[in-house]
């Protein structure tokens, strides 16, 4: 039992050293040996939760005309925040006060309760721009609707 042990742990070390030598062989002497490349997608979330009382995500909740004549609508189930935007439901989570941030990061929402009458600022990654690698924000700027 013993021998069958340290023969696969012998099999084991010339194989990590066989493939060692091939990655060094594969680049210039004195050069770091390359370490076989891995891809990582990552999804950037919020840090942290912000604790929102139910009122105050109720209070967000309505129709506001932005500054580009487009209007969003915002509403809230289970203390969650929702915007229906950009032909996009989106899910908004609170980061700070009046602050809410989507999980993909592509949508942010801070909210102006003393606007005239309440107001928002919307920034967001159109749909068109959201396959880009750097895609372009827009900001806009809006009022709640009377």
Excluded: W
């Excluded at 030598?21 to 040996?33: C, D, L, N």
């Amino acid at each position: 039992m013993r021998i069958v042990s340290v023969a696969v742990l012998a099999v084991l070390a010339g194989a990590a050293a066989g493939a060692a030598g091939q990655s060094s062989m594969q680049t210039e002497p004195g050069a770091p040996a390359q370490l076989a490349g891995v891809n990582v997608t990552g999804q950037r979330t919020p840090l942290s939760h912000y604790y929102v009382a139910p009122e105050q995500v109720h209070e967000i909740s309505g129709a506001y005309l932005m500054s580009n004549n487009a209007t969003a609508k915002i509403s809230d189930r289970r203390s969650k925040l929702y915007v229906d935007f950009d032909g996009r439901v989106t899910e908004l989570q609170a980061v700070g006060e009046n602050l809410y941030v989507s999980r993909g990061n592509d949508m942010s929402l801070q909210y102006k309760p003393e606007s005239f009458g309440a107001g928002m600022v919307l920034t967001y990654v159109p749909r068109e721009s959201m396959a880009q690698a750097n895609p372009d924000r827009v900001t806009l700027y809006a009022s709640r609707e009377r």
